[in-house]
């Protein structure tokens, strides 16, 4: 005797579409095809979705795909305002106890960053508040990295990337380091400000209908590598910086947030070729052992 066949009802829909990919060889696929539909469906009979809406949503996609061309990814944009950039980031990089948060990369990160010797200025045009960064590199358990690697970009005093700038030489705000014998590193740089996301296309137009802005706060990039290490990438924000409470991507988490304190140490400032007053940072990036 045959068996009845299970047919698509709006009662047993996410069963009958998940069972579809019942023969999927890669089982990591499958269980991945599998959630997603059994959520997809509970979000839409949970909000009671309409055509119109689908369709709405579907036109949104099109033009989301649309926007995207060799310089701009709309749908990671669309990730990172919905939060799953940063959710997947801090799955990723659950850091053990002493180790460094991380967050998300963002999308002006250039793989060839310009070499630079210590204490080396990475602001090459003038502008901006005059910006000390020291740190070093560490294990999760505080023991020194000797040559460590640290990359570091930033925004300028206008809330601008080099790469968004006609008027500014290649490199103008990023920086690679190899640390000393200790792990320590140190550059100058000026106080960056803050900065909006793209919101000229689809995803600023649901960040707008949302009520929301596009705002990210003040911060420095670091990508920090070293033997036997998993590679960090995080940020560092400016304490007294606005958005704090409300970035755009969710990328502040308390550990990031850091003093940019007004110094007036002649000493520290001449030994960098700086004048007083500028401002200072130090900065730890510990790492966690390689899995």
Same mark, same amino acid.
């Given at each position: ?8 009802? &709006? ?23 599998? %959630? ?16 119109? +809406?689908?369709?709405? *949503? ?8 649309? =926007? ?10 669309? %990730?990172?305002?919905?939060?799953? $950039? ?8 659950? *850091?053990?106890? !002493?180790? =460094?948060?991380? /967050? ?5 990160? #250039? ?11 990475? $602001? ?6 005059? /910006? #000390?960064? =020291? ?5 999760? !358990? ?5 040559? *460590? ?7 300028? &005093? ?30 100058? /740089? ?10 000229? !296309? ?15 706060? @003040?911060?420095?990039?670091?990508? @920090?590598? @070293? ?5 960090? =990438? ?5 304490? +007294? %910086?606005?958005?704090?409470? $409300? ?7 308390? %550990? ?10 002649? &000493? ?15 900065? +730890?990036?510990?790492?966690? &052992?390689?899995?």
């Amino acid at each position: 005797m045959s068996q009845t066949p299970v047919r698509f009802s &709006e009662e047993r829909s996410e069963d009958v579409v998940a069972a579809s990919f019942a023969g999927a060889r890669d089982a990591r696929l499958r269980q991945v095809l599998t %959630s997603l539909v059994r959520h997809l469906h509970a979000f839409a009979k949970d909000v009671e979705l309409t055509q119109a +809406e689908l369709d709405a *949503a579907v036109g949104f996609l099109t033009r989301t795909g649309q =926007t995207c061309d060799d310089t701009r990814q709309e749908f990671v944009l669309l %990730s990172d305002v919905l939060g799953l $950039s940063m959710l997947v980031d801090t799955m990723a990089n659950r *850091a053990p106890a !002493g180790a =460094t948060d991380s /967050t998300v990369l963002g999308p002006f990160h #250039l793989v060839d960053s310009p070499p630079r010797r210590l204490g080396d200025a990475i $602001s090459l045009v003038p502008g901006g508040e005059p /910006t #000390l960064v =020291t740190g070093q590199v560490l294990a999760a !358990g505080g023991h020194p990295l000797p040559g *460590a690697v640290v990359d570091v970009w930033q925004a300028d &005093e206008k809330g601008f990337y080099d790469v968004q700038r006609d008027d500014v030489p290649t490199g103008h705000l990023r920086g690679l380091f190899t640390c000393d014998e200790q792990g320590r590193f140190a550059f100058r /740089t000026i106080l960056p400000a803050p900065y909006p996301i793209p919101d000229d !296309g689809p995803v600023g137009e649901l960040l707008a209908a949302a009520g929301r802005h596009p705002y990210r706060p @003040a911060h420095i990039h670091f990508i @920090a590598g @070293a033997d036997g290490h998993a590679p960090l =990438t995080t940020h560092v924000f400016v304490s +007294e %910086s606005p958005y704090l409470d $409300s970035d755009a991507v969710f990328g502040v988490k308390d %550990s990031l947030v850091l003093d940019f304190v007004r110094a007036q140490d002649a &000493e520290l400032a001449a030994a960098y070729g700086m004048t007083v007053p500028f401002r200072h940072a130090h900065v +730890e990036l510990r790492l966690r &052992e390689s899995r």
